[in-house]
């Protein structure tokens, strides 16, 4: 079995990081290994939510795996808790990644332009130096043009200003940039991508859905990091993600029990992994 590390917060509830990643990534048929960046109460959508600063245990964690001797296929990062977070997290890269090892971050810090609560304005500028050691990132609008120190496009942003944020992410150094949660022709929603070795842009859209919902960028990438692991492209894992995040989306916007915090992926687990097995 593939063994992934995970790296990013709980949110006790909140169905975002690890409460999505954990049971995906494992419904994949991939061993989910997890290093808590923070324990919150709830994520940070809503107010006077507990925090708990997980900084402390990383180098700990890291130093046991490491005379443990412990391998992985992929690392997979997302939501840090703070600042010092980000040199650890590369230390982790540094000590856990071989040649093979693929590396994902998804630099989860914003939305609609603004930072989520508790990041200090230079937060995107230091994600950026651990996006320089992913092979694939996966940022939407916000956290791409906070990380370039560009204006903010706005969530419909035009097709030519998201290949112009692509190709300013792409001197980040990763092989492949992904942009998430962008409007495509024809009334689509989905990702827009630029591969650096083929200097080809690629898209895929879904049907948009009118809801919009926290965590889904990690309900996005965790899919995309199990479809991965069970030796899809790196296009066709980013697409069977697009699919699952919509079907989840479709099922919470169906569902008169809908959480307005986070998506029903839970029902949608089954079309995932038909997805991944199938087609
Ligand atoms: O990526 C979503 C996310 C993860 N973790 C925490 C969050 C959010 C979104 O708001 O607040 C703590």
């Known amino acids: 079995m593939k063994r992934l590390m995970t790296i990013q917060d709980i949110s006790c509830i909140g169905k975002c990081s690890l409460t999505v990643a954990l049971p995906i990534i494992s419904a994949t048929g991939v061993e989910c290994a997890i290093v808590p960046t923070a324990v919150l109460s709830t994520h940070t959508q809503f107010s006077n939510f507990t925090f708990r600063d997980l900084t402390d245990d990383m180098e700990p964690i890291k130093k046991h795996w490491k005379d443990e001797e412990f391998k992985f296929d992929a690392i997979y990062t997302g939501y840090l808790g703070s600042e010092r977070q980000i040199q650890i997290v590369a230390d982790y890269f540094d000590t856990f990644a071989s040649a093979d090892t693929f590396k994902i971050v998804d630099p989860a810090m914003a939305d609609n332009g603004q930072l989520y609560a508790g990041f200090a304005e230079d937060f995107p500028q230091k994600m950026a130096t651990l996006c320089e050691k992913a092979d694939i990132i996966l940022p939407n609008i916000s956290e791409a043009s906070l990380m370039l120190g560009v204006p903010y496009p706005g969530e419909d942003a035009s097709i030519d200003e998201v290949k112009d944020l692509l190709l ?57 990091a199990g479809a991965l692991m069970n030796d899809k492209s790196i296009e066709d894992a980013l697409k069977v993600a697009a699919d699952y995040t919509c079907a989840c989306i479709k099922d919470t916007f169906e569902d008169p029990d809908g959480v307005d915090y986070g998506v029903n992926y839970e029902y949608q687990i089954p079309y995932l992994i038909d997805r991944i097995k199938n087609a």
């Open 168 to 224: 300013k992410l792409a001197e980040f150094g990763s092989k492949t940039v992904v942009i998430t949660g962008v409007e495509l022709p024809d009334g689509k929603f989905g990702f827009m991508g630029y591969d650096t070795e083929t200097k080809e842009f690629f898209s895929y859209g879904t049907e948009k859905v009118e809801c919009k919902s926290h965590g889904t960028g990690d309900v996005f990438a965790s899919a995309f």
